[in-house]
């Protein structure tokens, strides 16, 4: 929720699920409509790797940025060989998280641009 808020004030518009089932069916039944996703690695029922692994099968050029309290050695480079986009360390900064999504927008635009 606070990430959620913290997505809000930078204006961007957010669809909510605290439920990784639900948030999965949310992106089936409308692929086109989400720009990125993000999410924690460590969740009830669901792990942000496999929702990852599952939104990618669905909208295979989806962005992602997972976050997470829990450092490790190379997380990033190990998340990015799963198609993940980027990495959050949690506490989450407001500037960093605007760059890093920021980052990961213009990417995809690029991509798209560009093929």
Excluded at 4 to 28: D, F, H, I, Q
Excluded at 46 to 69: C, D, F, N, V
Aim: charged share 30%; proline share 6%.
């Amino acid at each position: 929720r606070v990430e959620a808020r913290m997505l809000k004030r930078l204006g961007y518009s957010v669809t909510e699920s605290s439920n990784p089932e639900e948030a999965l069916e949310l992106l089936r039944n409308s692929p086109d409509f989400f720009d990125l996703i993000f999410s924690d690695i460590t969740m009830p029922r669901m792990t942000g790797i496999q929702l990852a692994r599952e939104a990618k099968r669905i909208s295979p050029g989806i962005p992602i940025i997972l976050s997470s309290g829990f450092s490790a050695a190379n997380v990033l480079e190990q998340l990015k060989t799963l198609g993940i986009d980027d990495f959050v360390m949690k506490p989450i900064i407001k500037p960093e998280l605007a760059r890093i999504i920021r980052k990961v927008l213009d990417k995809r635009k690029d991509n798209l641009i560009t093929g």
